[in-house]
């Protein structure tokens, strides 16, 4: 049973225009929600997290929104850039504080077009 | 600065055959370590993690195992590979004790097994 969920596998945007990346999670006790971006052959960088006492956090181009009550996430990248054509995954955390495990949705992929 | 390290970056193996993943960080001490898996077309799957030294949890029952000899090193292993072994595999790391849920991934490790 997935309790994270990235619905859609892929998504085209053209560049200059947002991007927004979905996630849907399904276990209330989850506090603690990241989004990674992962290149093909590498591993996951970190990009954003958000706590769930907070409902927005905002880094530069990326921001990431929660919604607790739809237990949904998403992130949003504006203006998209064609570097920014990557897989991102959504995580999430908080059922095992001392081992800091995160739980990954499947990602999707993000293709930027110039 | 911390790093993290992976090798080998590339493994053909043939079926049977044992696996040693090595994977080390740097500049940090006492580090909760992790061990993932990413499956073509499929999203992360935590393997194993470590709090500290000789301190290993699975969490999907498998033909792997894990060790952690030393504070920052976490090796992966089988003694004889399946097909299904094949796979990215990715090391991460988190500072323990942070109230945050911040993982930081190695470059990976691509095995095939033939």
């Known amino acids: 049973d997935q309790q994270v969920k990235q619905n859609s596998p892929s998504l085209s945007v053209q560049e200059g225009r947002i991007s927004i990346l979905n996630c849907d999670y399904t276990?209330?006790?989850?506090?603690?929600f990241l989004w990674y971006k992962k290149y093909p052959a590498e591993g996951p960088t970190f990009l954003i997290s958000?706590?769930?006492?907070?409902d927005k956090n905002e880094d530069g181009r990326f921001t990431v929104f929660l919604n607790k009550s739809a237990k949904h996430l998403s992130l949003h990248i504006v203006p998209s850039q064609p570097g920014d054509s990557a897989v991102y995954f959504c995580?999430?955390?908080?059922?095992?504080?001392?081992?800091?495990?995160?739980?990954f949705g499947k990602g999707t992929k993000l293709s930027v077009k110039p | 600065s911390q790093t993290i390290h992976q090798w080998p970056a590339t493994l053909v193996q043939p079926v049977g055959s044992p696996l040693s993943l090595e994977c080390t960080v740097e500049?940090?001490?006492?580090?909760?370590l992790y061990w993932y898996r990413q499956a073509a077309g499929r999203g992360l799957q935590l393997l194993f993690y470590?709090?500290?030294?000789?301190?290993i949890s699975s969490e999907v029952p498998q033909n792997l195992s894990a060790s952690r000899p030393q504070d920052r090193q976490f090796i992966l292993s089988s003694k004889k590979l399946l097909l299904s072994d094949s796979g990215f595999y990715l090391c991460?790391?988190?500072?323990?004790?942070?109230?945050?849920?911040?993982?930081?991934f190695g470059p990976g490790t691509r095995l095939t097994v033939t």
């Open positions: 991460a790391w988190r500072p323990a004790g942070t109230g945050g849920y911040e993982q930081y």
């Open positions: 276990n209330s006790m989850f506090d603690y």
């Open positions: 958000i706590s769930s006492i907070k």
């Open positions: 995580a999430a955390s908080g059922l095992g504080r001392s081992q800091g495990n995160l739980i």
């Open positions: 500049g940090t001490s006492n580090p909760n």
């Open positions: 470590s709090v500290g030294i000789g301190q």
